[in-house]
């Protein structure tokens, strides 16, 4: 049985609505794929079971490259990094978006104290070839390797950079159906179906917002409302609408959030320098800033 080229999964003539489907047997690429790649069309497939895959990453054990971007890292994301057992790397990719006033190396180690991990972090940008060289070094090491991470974390954009080689990447989500063993000289790298957390949104900028939070006004941020005294500052993804507003809503819970902490946030964060109070609509995870001083 041949598998697609693209992403990976078992090609089949049989059922047009089934992942896999080629017309033609002797086709590279699912129909999926080739839709993804000539008219950039979205075919929306089954969601897999994240620990599935992960529990495929522990069986395989190989050196893991993990990675996520700027914006999505989060608690979530950090546990899940924890759970592989082999040796790894956490890989902030996309960093391109992240805005040239913040100090990488700053916040490599406000990561690694935040989320109290010893392991090694590297920023590149996928797409812009910022930064390979020094994971190149790390892939030749090791040898054989895994790509893990979040859907359209960058995955097989960064492998097709490296390698040359030819994996369906895009802006949809779940581009990657299966493990995909790439083998380039004396090294092997899989490629992996990305990780569902959230609705990941394309990445296209980070938007930075300062705002000075009021108790008459409600500030929207994605499905996130507060209200409260202090100022913030918002990093998030351009696509997540901020709006405030009087309305008349209840909310239910109440934080006093710290000199220096990050709210979390689905495709983002909020930044508090001086501690502040809010009301929010739901439940909120605080960590020590990763970009504070
Ligand atoms: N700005 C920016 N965008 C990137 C970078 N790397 C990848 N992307 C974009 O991120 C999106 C997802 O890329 P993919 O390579 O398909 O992501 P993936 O991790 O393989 O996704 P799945 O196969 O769904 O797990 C695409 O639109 C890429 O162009 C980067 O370094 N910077
Ligand atoms: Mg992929």
């Known amino acids: 049985m041949s598998k697609c080229l ?10 047009p609505n089934l992942v896999g489907y080629t017309p033609k047997l002797d086709n590279k690429y699912c129909m999926r794929c080739f839709k993804t790649i000539h008219y950039n069309e979205e075919m929306k497939v089954e969601i897999q079971n994240n620990q599935n895959i992960i529990n495929k990453i522990n069986k395989l054990n190989l050196f893991t490259i993990f990675i996520t971007d700027f914006l999505s890292l989060n608690k979530d994301v950090i546990d899940i990094f924890k759970s592989i057992k082999s040796s790894k790397i956490l890989v902030i990719n996309k960093c391109d978006l992240i805005p040239s006033n913040l100090n990488l190396e700053h916040i490599k180690e406000n990561i690694q104290n935040s989320y109290n991990i010893n392991n090694d972090i590297l920023f590149i940008s996928a ?11 790390i892939i030749e090491i090791n040898k054989r390797i895994i790509l893990a991470g979040e859907t359209s974390s960058g995955k097989s954009t960064l492998i097709n950079n490296l390698f040359n080689t030819s994996l369906t990447t895009s802006k949809y989500n779940n581009t990657t159906l299966d493990f995909i063993k790439i083998n380039k000289d004396d090294v092997i790298i899989y ?3 990305g990780l569902n957390l959230r609705k990941k949104i394309e990445d296209k900028k980070i938007k930075v917002v300062t705002k000075k939070l009021s108790n008459d006004f409600i500030l929207t941020i994605g499905e996130l409302k507060l209200k409260g005294t202090g ?12 709006t405030s507003k009087k309305e008349d809503i209840k909310l239910d819970y109440n934080y006093v959030i710290d000199n220096n902490s990050d709210v979390e946030l689905p495709n983002g964060f909020i930044l508090v320098k001086n501690k502040i109070n809010i009301m929010t609509n739901q439940n909120i995870v605080v960590r020590n800033s990763i970009i504070s001083k």
């Open 6 to 15: 693209g992403c990976g999964i078992t090609l089949q003539d049989k059922d």
């Open 127 to 137: 797409k812009n070839n910022i930064n390979l060289n020094n994971l190149l070094n």
């Open 191 to 193: 490629d992996t179906p």
């Open 231 to 242: 100022n913030i500052t918002i990093f998030v993804s351009d696509n997540i609408s901020i």
